[in-house]
Nanobody
Framework: QVQLVESGGGLVQAGGSLRLSCAAS????????MGWFRQAPGKEREFVAG????????GYADSVKGRFTISRDNAKNTVYLQMNSLKPEDTAVYYC?????????????????WGQGTQVTVSS
């Protein structure tokens, strides 16, 4: 069993930055691909970014490409999402997810473990 806890969310003005963290406990993230998803009010949860177990492959939604960067520190059992040039439309609850396979997936169904989420609010 893997427990995931997100942190780093908050209120920021448009154009600002935040770094989200996802800390894992209960089991090492060895062998797990990781993903970040988000869900805005009234919308479905959507893929934001993914990273393979060895960090040799990353992927992003078109809406965040060039602004967000996913990374991981396997020694610390933590995954990060650096968010720059934030826009009001980035406002959502952000979730991290773990998937026991080397490659990340862009669909929610590809993930077994989920965190509780952290709120990101971007004001205009």
């Amino acid at each position: 069993q893997v427990q995931l806890v997100e942190s780093g969310g908050g209120l920021v003005q448009a154009g600002g930055s935040l770094r989200l963290s996802c800390a894992a406990s209960g089991r090492t993230l060895s062998g797990y691909a990781m993903g970040w998803f988000r869900q805005a009010p009234g919308k479905e949860r959507e893929f934001v970014a993914g990273i393979s177990w060895l960090s040799d492959n990353t992927g992003y939604a078109d809406s965040v490409k060039g602004r967000f960067t996913i990374s991981r520190d396997n020694a610390k059992n933590t995954v990060y999402l650096q968010m720059n040039s934030l826009k009001p439309e980035d406002t959502a609850v952000y979730y991290c997810a773990a998937n026991y396979r080397s490659a990340y997936r862009t669909s929610q169904a590809g993930y077994t473990y989920w965190g509780q989420g952290t709120q990101v609010t971007v004001s205009s």
